[in-house]
């Protein structure tokens, strides 16, 4: 997200824009926490996670009170535009506000790449780096020790990361919570691999999953006591959401931030700037929600059949 702000300071400077940084999102928005942001303020911004202008779960928003003073905020300081950088809830956010006739652009950042309208928003491929990190040193001791590995990466609903992750790093099943799989078809699957000549197996699953399956380490219990295996169970939690973005991440931050600096200088509002095979294009925040189905199907089978 650095780059992104980065990009749309920068840019906008030079199209005669006036940036302000919000802080902690629609917390600062209520709070009237913010700042005016130079070219020089973003400076060494751009190989650091996160946001330097920190972000907020903000509950306050969703009521009438909050959502009473940020327009309040967005009329008193006299902003002229917004840019909303964000997941799905930030982006309905920002559909509200469009509907309250404020002028916003909304720029996709969620590592679940859930996001309905992008094909991929600002964070998704430093996250998939980190897991496919992860796994290989979990591999390691995996085959070492010839143990069965569950591994429990983000995404909310969404098996974005647990599928793409798998994939790139190699791994012999990925339980994602599009596709409805028992416990004990998990369990034959961990078997038949042995029984082929593996001598460990990666199992990566999508925290959603737990919604129909139970807790990452009832699925390891279950497999244990199935198949005499050790089972070892990882969490890889919030390692997900930082460290330095890649080269992907920040080249999409950068390219977004000035597309939506060069959409309020031309006074363009009420839509997403999205990437769509490699272009950016706007997509009305209308239609912006959550990806029921966040992930290609037949990558689930490719990932299967080549971790077989
Ligand atoms: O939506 C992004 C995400 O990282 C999800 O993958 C995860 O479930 C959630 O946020 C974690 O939220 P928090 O950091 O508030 O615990």
Known sequence: MNAAVRAAVRRGWELGLEPIGIRRGYAGLIENDMTPLTPRDVGGVIEYGGTFLHTARCPAFLTEEGQKQALETIEREGLEALIVIGGEGSLSGARWLAKQGVPVV?????????????????????????????????????????????????????????????????????????????????AQEVSAGYRKGKHHSIVVVAEGVTDQLG??????????????????????????????????????????????????????????????????????????????????????????????
């Open 215 to 308: 807790s990452t380490h009832k699925i390891a219990d279950f497999i244990r006591q199935e198949t005499g295996l050790e089972v070892r169970v990882t969490v890889l939690g919030h390692l997900q959401r930082g460290g330095s973005p890649t080269a992907f991440d920040r080249i999409l931050g950068s390219r977004l931030g000035a597309r939506a600096a060069e959409d309020v200088a031309a006074r363009r509002f009420g839509h997403m700037v999205a990437l769509r095979k490699g272009e950016l294009a706007p997509v009305p925040l209308s239609e912006v929600g959550r990806k029921e189905i966040a992930i290609d199907l037949a990558l689930y089978e490719l990932v299967h059949s080549l971790g077989k």
């Open 106 to 186: 909304g720029l996709p950042a969620s590592i679940d790449n859930d996001i309905r309208g992008t094909d991929m928003a600002i964070g998704v491929d430093t996250a998939l780096n980190t897991v496919v990190w992860a796994l290989n040193r979990i591999r390691d001791t995996a085959l070492a020790h010839e143990r069965v590995f569950l591994v429990e990466v983000m995404g909310r609903k969404s098996g974005y990361i647990a599928l793409m992750g798998g994939l790139a790093g190699g791994a012999e099943i990925v339980l994602v919570p599009e596709v409805e799989v028992s416990l004990a078809q998990v």
